[in-house]
């Protein structure tokens, strides 16, 4: 079983930082995916993502 | 001038066909179907009906079925081969083609500059949505057939194993209907049921795995970057004494579980600013 938490309007500069940011430290996510996704691994200049992360529970 | 251009070069993109990727069978499909005519007839089920003998009947109801998985497979393979390449190459070269020629009439018909751009636009226009389709096709066709492959095996096993069984056990009749199913499985309303009906499968096993789902406006202000701060002083590794602090208050506090989500948006800016108060975070 897993719990989701969603995060609007997440601006492209800040994407990679948070997807790191929701992964790490105690009871940190598991998987975090982006909406739209991510194209080569990078946020578009510009764009506003959904961070989804998944954490285990 | 420009009319002859137009149709020749519609021409020119309708008779651009690719090859097709198969080789030629072995025999044309009127000949293969020729050589199990007899058996796959309507008429061979006489004999079937009119025997008493129960080895003799499912001898007699395998080679009929046989024959029209045969006629079955003839018939797929001929369709499948129609799918291919050649033959979306054809249908956009002949829209682009129909399209063309609709509009080198207009042309012909009027000297207005109006009605020539008019006509030259919905060329473009036209054409545009034709290869927007054939690239649709392109990328779907391939898991169309597949699925159409994959549900025809499945139908096929269920055959095979009948016709190792008694008449008693698996009727002529029920083999019928199992032939029917065969056919459904190689069309692409089958297919596209049966992916249809896999992704609904697939959408409810998720659903089951993801207990709760919650989502806030991201929220990333001064606060939060003080908290991230104090939680990786180095700006690269937690800080795993000011981590389990964080941690601790904001399960005392709070019903956020993680610092993560605290920092993005899952706490109000009143939470964060009392988690930084009492943590006397800098």
Redesign the interface.
Same mark, same amino acid.
């Given at each position: 079983?897993?719990?989701?938490?969603?995060?609007?309007?997440?601006?492209a500069a800040?994407v990679l930082e948070?997807i790191e940011?929701?992964?790490? +430290?105690? +009871? +940190?996510?598991t998987f975090v995916e982006t909406l739209p996704p991510l194209i080569d691994g990078q946020p578009e200049d510009g764009a506003t993502y959904t961070?989804i992360?998944?954490?285990a529970? | 001038m420009r009319i002859v251009s137009f149709v020749a070069m519609a021409a020119l993109l309708a008779g651009c066909q690719a090859a097709g990727g198969y080789p030629p069978p072995g025999m044309t499909r009127p000949e293969a179907l020729k050589s199990v005519e007899t058996d796959s007839a309507v008429g061979a089920e006489a004999a079937y009906d009119a025997a008493a003998d129960p080895e003799v009947r499912r001898q007699i109801r395998n080679r009929i079925v046989r024959a029209r998985l045969y006629v079955a497979d003839v018939n797929y393979n001929d369709f499948a081969r129609n799918l291919s390449t050649e033959q979306k190459a054809f249908a956009v070269g002949s829209d682009i083609a129909v399209l063309g020629l609709a509009g080198a009439g207009t042309l012909a018909k009027s000297a207005r500059t109006a009605t020539r751009l008019a006509a030259a636009s919905s060329g473009v226009l036209g054409a545009r949505s034709a290869i927007d389709k054939e690239i649709y096709f392109d990328k779907t066709l391939p898991a169309i057939v597949a699925q159409m492959d994959a549900s025809r095996r499945t139908v096929y096993a269920t055959i095979a194993t009948g016709l190792a069984r008694s008449d008693a056990d698996y009727s002529l009749l029920q083999a019928k209907a199992d032939l029917e199913t065969y056919y459904i499985a190689g069309t692409i309303p089958g297919a596209l049921t049966a992916i249809t009906k896999e992704a609904g499968k697939q959408s409810a096993v998720a659903d089951q795995? %993801?207990?709760? %789902?919650?989502?806030?406006?991201?929220s990333?202000g001064n606060i939060s970057k003080r908290i #991230?701060k104090y939680?990786k002083p180095d700006d690269k590794t937690?800080d795993v004494g000011h981590?389990?602090a964080m941690?601790a208050w904001l399960h005392a506090n709070t019903n956020v579980?993680?610092?993560?989500?605290c920092? #993005?948006?899952?706490c109000t800016e009143a939470e964060k600013a009392q988690m930084a108060k009492d943590l006397a975070i800098p």
């Open positions: 079983m897993a719990r989701q938490v969603r995060f609007r309007n997440v601006p800040d948070r940011n929701l992964k790490e +430290g105690q +009871g +940190g996510a961070l992360a998944t954490y529970t | 795995k %993801i207990e709760r %789902i919650v989502e806030y406006p991201y990333f #991230l939680r937690v981590e389990s941690f579980p993680t610092v993560g989500e920092i #993005l948006g899952a």
